[in-house]
């Protein structure tokens, strides 16, 4: 190999690496506290059921149990001004049945006996433990717009990381499995750092990419796209108009009228009815077609908020097979649509494969203790990058990668990121600050640009 290409090949290296290097050094807290997040998350079912099982488990019985409508009757009696909003029921016998719903404007949970009807408890949603670990995960607990950009630009950002990366931990020269499929435990300093955060990465990043896409499903701008590319490609979910016929259309979404809504199913538009001035069906009656139609328990139930509103049935918190959203005329029992894991399109499917995954509930505790290692494996990435840095950084400098005075690799690799800020727009408003800050302010402080 000429001098020549031999330089080209070490330019390749020390951009790529650059790039790597500061996005690391930016992003690093978030991603911990991602990690930490996320891995408390994974273990919510256990969590949720040994800090709250006053409320969730009362004794089995084998007595019959009365219908919905009992229960809830038994609320509203026990709140004067509570508006019920949804039932969920669960398969378990010993699970007490929740009842969502608002008082004085507070969202509340009420938890009753499903065979006696007596109410055990109540919580302010906002008071459980989880919801404050889903606000810290998404939103970095400040919550806001912001935060929750913030995230989202922090896992844009994590992927390119992860591409970056595994350029970096290619192996050059002499192939060997040593310090790139398995680490030199035997070596020490930055080597053997080296090795726990090269290692590490390779075998996890399948996993991590899988939780990062799946993660953008929820963000504000990436998920939007996701949703419209679904719903123009055909590869979200079956129209809804054409689900059971011609049907009034509103502009309301499910997820604005119900709980437990399936990611897949949150931006369908929620038919409304023209029937009301009949009698309508009763909780039970809707609770019969949930039956019926063999929705997998738990499923949630929600009320219509008005005449024109409609029943929707929900089940996301079980298998991804076992989803589904029905809507249901609350005068006639009729299904307006009906949306089950089958109808999805093969992106709305892979999302919602990744994002059942990303919480830990694909294949039960496995996929949790997989979840686990990963967040373990995440915070032994971050953690041994910030030691390589300290190692290598040298008094009155950054420690960065040098800049390439190289054009032709320059503008290639910017080309290259410009394609992934197109994929993920706020990595792509990123990379202007990024260029504007490069190009006209740095030259203008000698002092940091020698730094950097």
Known sequence: MNKQKKKTKGDWFKTVWRWHFYAGI???????SLAISGGIYLFKPQIEATLYQDLYEIPSQKTERPEPSVL??????????????????????????????ID??????VYVNPYDATVIGEMNNNDLIMNQVVKLHSELLVGGVAANLLVELAAGWAIVLMITGLYVWWPRGKPSIWG????????????????????TAFWLSGAIIVILLSGLAWSTVSGDIINKVATSTNTGNEPLSTAYGEKPITSITTEDIATDVPWATQNLSVPSTDMNGFVALSIDEINAIALQENIAKPYTISLPADDTGVFTITSSNGQVLDEATLHIDPYTGFKLSDT?????GILAQAMTAGISFHEGRLFGVANQIIGTLVCLGIILIVISSFIMWRKRKPSGASGAPSKVDNPKVTRIVWGIMIVLGILMPLVGVSLVVVFIFDKFILPFIPKLKEWL
């Open 340 to 344: 089950r894991f089958k109808d999805y």
């Open 26 to 32: 930016v992003f690093a807290p978030i991603f911990i």
């Open 180 to 199: 790139t499929v398995l680490p030199r435990f035997r070596q020490k300093g930055r080597m053997f750092w080296r090795d726990m955060h090269g290692v």
């Open 72 to 101: 809830i009757d038994t609320v509203t009696a026990s709140m004067d001004d509570a508006v019920v909003t949804s039932i969920r029921q669960f398969d378990e016998t010993n699970r007490t049945t929740e009842i969502r719903v």
């Open 104 to 109: 004085e404007d507070v969202a509340k949970t």
